[in-house]
Structures are given as structure tokens and as C-alpha cells.
């Protein structure tokens, strides 16, 4: 087992030092994890949630450290970046600019919507709950399609509780599937809804076992913002083929 979603004080909202995360998954029996705080994206939403572009220098060097101090961890540097349209020349000058092992694709806001909005926190009075999440798979849809990413992370993180994406946005979830699974891009299986309201993991075990039966990449990852999080109910997962990545390309199993 892997955990590929781990965040640093840097993201300017989790705590701990990186070397607790390590310390941590290490006594959890998990052999490898990649740091994947979020991508700096000056004038954007949320800039005291992510990193400055200052920091990228400083968690690559940290990670640099980690290796040599952990020699029994595989550590894997990337990061998680936010996907909005009209942003993808940004990300593609910055993704080409470092040497990373993983890059995520998440969507936190979406263009169009007022400010204010987070795919996880949203106010449409009397809209449909289908057409807000149709909104959120077609930006997810449009950031695949740039070839920028290597896996989406916590795929449904916009579903609400009692309000599953397969009942409503079928359609919708099959299509991405099958986009990643001719593009090569893998699903995070995130199991950091485990901690929230949700009481699930992202995707859906429903979602998840159409992507097992399609063969889709799949990675773990805990979403940690703190180190206790790490490799959070990873027992879940034990069923599950996960995949490795080293410099953006998947291991042969």
C-alpha cells in the first residue's frame, strides 16, 4: 500500500513537519508516499490554501533531505493542482518547470460560479442537484483534456450525503471514466471522506468497483493534512489494485 496524497505546512492549512507524515506511515507498513501540497496559483482563489511560488524551492529541498534521512521510504515528490478554465497555460509552464513524480488534478472552484462557492460547500437555491454536478464534471472533463494530469483526485468530492453522483450523473461519471481509461489517467482512491460528513471514501465503493472492473489506474491516498491522518482506514482498501508512479508514469505491477 501507497499513500500518495499527503499535504505539508506549507498548504498554509495542515499541520505537523513532513517528517512526521513519514515517521507516521512508516509505522503504519506503508513503504512509499508522495507529498502533493497545492500548486502556488497567484491571483486565484484560496492563495492562503496553497503554497507561494516561492515555497516550491523549499519542498523540494525538504524532500531532497527526507530521502537521505528516510533511506527505507520511498518518497516521491508531487503535487496536487487545482484545475480552472483559463488557467492552463499557467499550470503547463509551471508543471514543466520542476521534475515531479505525481501530479493531481482537483477542482475546488469552477469557473462561473460566484465567488464563494467551493464544489464542497455551494448555495444554488432551487437549482437541480444534477445540474451543479454536471457543472463540476464538465470542468473535471475539461482539465483531463488538457494532458496535464496524471490522476483525479477525490473524484466526487462535490457529492453530497444521501445525494450519491451515480443516481443523478450517471452519464456524467461513465463518460470520465472512459476518458481516463483511453488517456491513461488514474483515479485517487481517497479515503479522507472517511473524516467528514460523507462517511465514504472518494469515489464511492459504487464508482469504485466500476473502475476496478475497467481497469483504471488506482492509487491511494490519505489526503492527510495532519500526520495522524496518514494511510487513514487504508484497511478498506486492502481488495483494491493499486497502481506505483515514478517521474508522472505507472510502474509495471
Known sequence: MVDYHLHTRLCRHA?????EYIETAAAKGIE????????PMPDFYGRNLRMEPADMEIYLTEVD????????????TGIEADYYEGYEEYLEKFLSSYSLDLVLISIHFI???????WV????????PLSDIYHDYFQALKKGINTGLFDIVAHFDLIKQPGAPVLE??????EEIIELCRRQGVGFEIN???????IGEPYPAPEIIEILVDKSVLLISGSDAHAPEQVAL??????????????????LKQ
Open 15 to 19: 499541520a505537523g513537519e513532513m517528517a
Open 32 to 39: 512509499e508516499v508522495c507529498f502533493t501540497p497545492h500548486i
Open 65 to 76: 533531505k527526507l530521502k537521505k534521512e528516510y533511506p527505507d521510504m520511498v518518497i516521491l
Open 111 to 117: 469557473a462561473g460560479w460566484p465567488p464563494g462557492n
Open 120 to 127: 464542497f460547500n455551494f448555495e444554488f437555491p432551487g437549482r
Open 168 to 173: 443523478t450523473n450517471r452519464e456524467d461519471v
Open 191 to 197: 479515503t479522507s471522506g472517511f473524516r467528514k460528513a
Open 233 to 250: 482506514r487504508f484497511d478498506t482498501l486492502q481488495h483494491i489494485p493499486i497502481t506505483r508512479f515514478k517521474k508522472r508514469r505507472p
